[in-house]
C-alpha cells in the first residue's frame, strides 16, 4: 500500500492498519503474531497508524484473551511510535440511548492509552463527546501515557536485612 501510494505521489495521505478478523486485517491469531514485522513496515512511512475493534479481536482471540492482546498492541505500537486508534462501541449506550453502563464509563475513560478515540452516531453524540472529553482529561492526570505505574521498591534497610536467608519453607 505504501508503495502504491508513493507511485501516485500521494504518500503524504496516512496509512491505518486495521485490526480486525479478515483476512488481510490484524484480527487473526497470525496476523497479530506479524504485528511487529506489519509495524516495522509502516514505520517508514510518516503519517501512519494502528487501529482495533475490540470486538472483531475478541471474537478471533478469545474474550478471555482480548484484554492481554490489547495491552500487547498498545505496548507494541507505543515502541514503534505508531499512533493507536481505539474503536468499538465506546459509550454506544449514551450516544443511543443517553445514559451509559458502568462498564462502558470504565472503557471510556481507559482510552487516554490511545492517541484516538472513535464513537458511533447517535441522538446523544454531542453529550457523549463532552462526557468522553471530560472522562479523558481526568484520567491524564493518574496515567503516564501507557506506562502502568511500577509499585515501590522494597529496600532492605540495614546490612542485615540484605544477610537474611531467604529459604522456601514447607508449610
Known amino acids: 500500500m505504501i508503495a502504491a501510494l508513493d507511485r501516485l505521489d500521494a504518500s503524504h495521505l496516512g496509512v491505518v492498519l486495521k485490526i480486525e478478523t479478515q483476512k488481510l486485517k490484524i484480527e487473526t491469531q497470525k496476523a497479530f503474531r506479524r504485528l511487529p514485522s506489519l509495524l516495522l513496515a509502516v514505520m517508514r512511512h510518516s503519517t501512519a497508524a494502528v487501529m482495533f475493534a475490540r470486538g472483531d479481536l475478541g471474537v478471533a482471540v478469545g474474550f478471555e484473551r482480548l484484554a492481554e492482546v490489547q495491552e500487547e498492541i498498545l505496548w507494541l505500537c507505543e515502541a514503534a511510535h505508531i499512533p493507536v486508534i481505539r474503536a468499538t462501541q465506546v459509550l454506544e449506550s449514551l450516544a443511543k440511548g443517553g445514559m451509559p453502563s458502568r462498564a462502558e464509563v470504565t472503557d471510556a475513560a481507559m482510552g487516554t492509552r490511545a492517541e484516538c478515540v472513535i464513537l458511533n452516531k447517535g441522538p446523544h453524540i454531542v453529550q457523549t ?32 536485612d540484605q544477610r537474611r536467608d531467604y529459604r522456601l519453607t514447607p508449610i
Not at 492526570?141 to 509499585?151: D, G, N, S
Request: aromatic share 4%.
Open 129 to 160: 463527546l463532552t462526557f468522553l472529553g471530560d472522562a479523558l482529561r481526568r484520567m491524564e492526570a493518574h496515567h503516564e501515557k501507557k506506562t502502568a505505574m511500577l509499585r515501590r521498591l522494597s529496600i532492605p534497610e540495614s546490612a542485615a
